[in-house]
């Protein structure tokens, strides 16, 4: 059955970090076996733990901008940009702006959105 969500309806889970997401798509929301999407916004100096998943997945930048680091290497990413990552790509992300930066990750085909901890390089 199809289901609609409205972001700013949805609960959201604040980190200590400065992150705030809220889950659009997956087994806790809508029942999805096969699909995990979630909006996150960084408020500024907001960074995660570097990691990797274990599923493939894409980041979309919606608005604002942020560096990530991969496997070492570190880009910029501005608005209307979008990142694919394959299984086990070690990343992280921090906003260095002065603005919150927003974006739509999602995770296939398994939807295991599990971080697994990785050494930074």
């Keep these: 059955m199809a289901t609609i969500l409205v972001k700013n ?3 959201s889970r604040k980190t200590p970090d400065g992150r705030d997401r809220v889950f659009l798509v997956g ?3 809508t029942g999805s076996k096969h699909l995990a999407a979630d909006v996150v916004t960084y408020s500024p100096g907001a960074r995660n733990k570097y990691h990797y998943h274990k599923s493939e997945s894409f980041i979309y930048i919606i608005d604002g901008e942020c560096d990530i680091t991969i496997n070492g290497a570190v880009h910029h990413l501005k608005k209307e940009t ?5 299984p086990e ?3 992280w ?3 260095n702006a002065s603005k919150n930066m927003v974006m ?3 995770f296939a085909p398994d939807a295991d959105i599990t971080p697994y901890y990785a050494e930074e390089s």
């Design 27 to 29: 087994k806790d929301v």
């Design 82 to 86: 979008m990142v694919y990552l394959p």
């Design 9 to 11: 309806e949805q609960s």
């Design 104 to 106: 739509l990750e999602a």
């Design 89 to 91: 790509d070690k990343h």
């Design 93 to 95: 992300l921090q906003n």
